[in-house]
Every structure is written in C-alpha cells, then in structure tokens.
C-alpha cells in the first residue's frame, strides 16, 4: 500500500465530510429543480469524498513505498505562496481592480512551482486575466471594477 495516497485520500475524505456534515445541518437543501443555498457546496463535498474513495483505492493496489511515520519533505515556498494568493487577492481586489488584482494573484501563485519561468508565469497571469475579466466583468456584470481607484489619476 501507498501510504502517502492513502493519507491523501484520508485527508479529502475528512475534509468532504466536515462541509457535508455542515451544509447538511446548517443550511437547507432543495431539490435538483429548486436548489437550496446548501444544495451546491454539498454536491462538491460529495465529489471531493468521492476522489478521496478513489484515491485510497487506488493506493491500497499499489506498490508499497515502504511504511514512514512522515510524509517527507514539506514544500515550504509552495504551501506559503499558495496560502499567500487569496489574502493578496482579498486584501487588493477593491483598490486596484479586478484585472491587476487577479492578475497579481496569478504572478504570485505561479511562483509556487520552482520549475516555473517567468515568461509562462506571465504569460498564464495574462490568459487568466483575460478570462477572469470576460467571465466576472462583462458576462456576470460584477460590481466590480476593472481597473480600481489606486491606478485613477
């Protein structure tokens, strides 16, 4: 057995079961016809319960890669930048807009990746932009700007 997977599949099960647990008793339901305010994050706490189930299959068929009470080394750049982008994107999106804004928060999550350089860091923060800008801006008409007031003159 994998144990790196199974612990893996372990912590997604966890986690779908804790927002199941919690749409179920906190928030109301519906049906597929009239979706309630829980309907949908229930639905992903089942999908990501569902991976979990897989992903502990899947490891208990595989090889063993030796039992270690640790899970090796923690990638440290990787889980700080990637805790990092929202804060930047929460902290930014009123004052600079929502293209800087994203466009920043993509910059710096693409960091996360030692492998990554900066001309494809550019280039997906501006494919992402674009798209974040098409979807909330002028598809869903999001209150929010696309440049915001620190970049006014």
């Given at each position: 057995?994998?144990?790196?997977?199974?612990?893996?599949?372990?912590?997604?099960?966890?986690?779908?079961?804790?927002?199941?647990?919690?749409?179920?008793?906190?928030?109301?339901?519906?049906?597929?016809?009239?979706?309630?305010?829980?309907?949908?994050?229930?639905?992903?706490?089942?999908?990501?319960?569902?991976?979990?189930?897989?992903?502990?299959?899947?490891?208990?068929?595989?090889?063993?890669?030796?039992?270690?009470?640790?899970?090796?080394?923690?990638?440290?750049?990787?889980?700080?930048?990637?805790?990092?982008?929202?804060?930047?994107?929460?902290?930014?999106?009123?004052?600079?807009?929502?293209?800087?804004?994203?466009?920043?928060?993509?910059?710096?999550?693409?960091?996360?990746?030692?492998?990554?350089?900066?001309?494809?860091?550019?280039?997906?923060?501006?494919?992402?932009?674009?798209?974040?800008?098409?979807?909330?801006?002028?598809?869903?008409?999001?209150?929010?700007?696309v440049i915001g007031p620190w970049?006014?003159?």
């Amino acid at each position: 057995m994998n144990t790196k997977s199974i612990v893996s599949g372990g912590v997604c099960i966890l986690i779908g079961g804790f927002f199941s647990l919690s749409a179920l008793t906190s928030l109301k339901i519906g049906t597929s016809t009239n979706m309630g305010p829980g309907y949908f994050p229930l639905s992903l706490a089942i999908i990501l319960i569902g991976i979990g189930l897989y992903i502990a299959a899947q490891a208990i068929r595989e090889e063993s890669d030796g039992f270690r009470f640790g899970l090796g080394a923690i990638p440290w750049r990787g889980t700080l930048l990637i805790c990092l982008s929202p804060i930047i994107l929460g902290l930014t999106i009123r004052g600079m807009g929502l293209a800087p804004s994203i466009f920043l928060t993509a910059m710096v999550s693409a960091f996360a990746s030692r492998a990554q350089t900066m001309k494809m860091a550019v280039s997906v923060s501006l494919v992402l932009t674009i798209f974040c800008v098409l979807i909330f801006g002028v598809i869903l008409k999001l209150p929010i700007p696309v440049i915001g007031p620190w970049f006014s003159l």
